[in-house]
């Protein structure tokens, strides 16, 4: 007879009762990290409750953070590893180029629009987005809707719009179309909800209409597409590419599309949607924090009126505005032709700087596309993090594709991505000799 394991003391008759049992067992330990729950249907055969009833006690753990839905993989008590986070790496000695951050000293001085967003205090009950925020954010979005008939929603940031759109829409084991290579924030975004990521190929026009093909083939019900500096490869989508995915997309009306524009106005290029003007469930998101700053968590984003209705609920809860202080600020910075201009300058300024590390890699027999964005994704024929292990021991940090993969079976990764915007003309010289150094020797 085998002995029973942790999961063999799971116990309870409705999803929060089991959702206690399994906080209980991994705070005395009975479950560990990276211990695997049982499936559901077997967990709800054993408990004589509706299978319904442990999917809800899956997903209440998942949005606390106590396990990890991996799919077909099943689901797992979560680590205490730190998973990998945007930003500076703390603590380091290294000259940090993974950290894809803008360069605060092009974010536009906040002081003098301070002024502008005091006014009256704002009670409870109150229209949850101020009035002048809400016309401009329809004037910001509108051109690029597919449809006149939408809603303005307002969010701390993207990551919380997206994490808030697919809470509306999608249920435990739903699956969801991402990038492939794809940003840190949707990654975690998915896992912790309890969603099945499927991922889609990208190129250097984006999405691939073959891969979203086969992810609808494979039945999500939500995605996420970034039309503009893709995280971490820099693709934009061009015009051909956004009408192919919009006939790929005909046929599948009720999936929800969502259009992660956070880079808008600092991008060199132009915007193309993927949602067709038939598509029934769509919502466009644009921060601010690229060019006013990290810490304005806010974003403004544009959907159709039933999803934007059941956005609202979802803001319900907890976090029911954001802070009218905060928009009004926003609004003031992104009202300021001068602030625009700088906020032009800037997106300028990036474009260039990558062009010329580029030009540099070329130089050393490396072949890299600036794209578009605030880093570079760097082919470098060798396994990534070998040349990054090289590269730390000449004083560079940088970040491997490894961390931007969805496949758990996904080769390892043969790109590094890096943040050079900020460096001098030498130290770009001295990181372009340095990369093609570490790569030689991780051949």
């Not at 809860?317 to 926003?330: A, M």
């Amino acid at each position: 007879m085998t002995s029973p394991t942790g999961t063999d003391e799971i116990h309870g008759g409705t999803a929060a009762e089991i959702g206690a049992s399994v906080r209980e067992l991994v705070e005395r330990g009975a479950l560990a990290p990276g211990d695997a729950l049982p499936p559901v249907r077997a967990l709800a055969e054993r408990l004589g409750v509706n299978r319904n009833t442990a999917v809800a006690a899956y997903r209440l753990l998942a949005r606390s953070g106590l396990v990890v839905s991996q799919g077909r993989a099943g689901t797992r008590v979560a680590g205490g590893a730190r998973v990998a986070q945007e930003g500076y790496s703390p603590g380091s000695a290294l000259r940090d180029v993974a950290t894809g951050n803008p360069d605060p000293a092009l974010i536009p001085d906040l002081s003098r629009a301070l002024q502008a967003a005091a006014g009256r205090p704002v009670l409870y009950g109150e229209p949850v987005i101020d009035q002048a925020v809400e016309e401009w954010a329809r004037g910001w979005l509108a051109p690029d809707t597919p449809s006149d008939d939408f809603r303005v929603t307002v969010t701390s940031g993207a990551v919380d719009a997206i994490e808030r759109l697919l809470a509306q829409a999608l249920m435990r084991d739903d699956a969801v179309a991402l990038e492939d290579p794809c940003f840190l924030a949707s990654i975690h975004t998915v896992r912790l909800g309890g969603y099945r990521a499927v991922p889609v190929p990208v190129d250097a026009e984006g999405m691939t209409p073959d891969g979203l093909r086969a992810a609808l083939e494979d039945g999500v019900r939500a995605m996420v597409c970034t039309p503009r500096a893709q995280n971490p490869t820099g693709a934009a989508v061009t015009a051909g590419r956004a009408a192919e995915l919009r006939d790929v997309l005909a046929d599948h009306p009720y999936v929800l599309v969502i259009e992660d524009d956070y880079f808008s106005l600092l991008s060199r290029r132009p915007f193309h949607s993927i949602v067709g003007p038939g598509h029934r469930r769509w919502a466009l998101v644009r921060s601010v924090s690229k060019f006013i700053g990290p810490d304005m968590c806010l974003a403004v984003t544009a959907s159709d009126p039933k999803t934007a209705g059941r956005l609202a609920m979802r803001l319900s809860p907890g976090t029911t505005w954001v802070s009218h202080l905060l928009q009004r600020l926003s609004h003031a910075m992104l009202s300021d032709p001068d602030v625009l201009a700088q906020i032009d300058r800037a997106g300028a300024h990036y474009a260039e700087r990558n062009e010329t590390f580029t030009r540099l890699l070329a130089a050393q027999g490396i072949q890299a596309s600036a794209g578009d964005g605030l880093s570079l994704w760097i082919p470098v024929g060798a396994p990534a993090r070998d040349v990054a292990e090289q590269l730390m021991r000449r004083g560079w940090l940088a970040r491997t594709g490894d961390e931007f993969q969805l496949r758990e079976d996904a080769p390892p990764s043969q790109h590094l991505r890096v943040t050079v915007h900020d460096l001098t003309d030498d130290e770009m010289k001295t990181l372009a000799s340095d990369l093609a150094a570490s790569r030689t020797a991780s051949f």
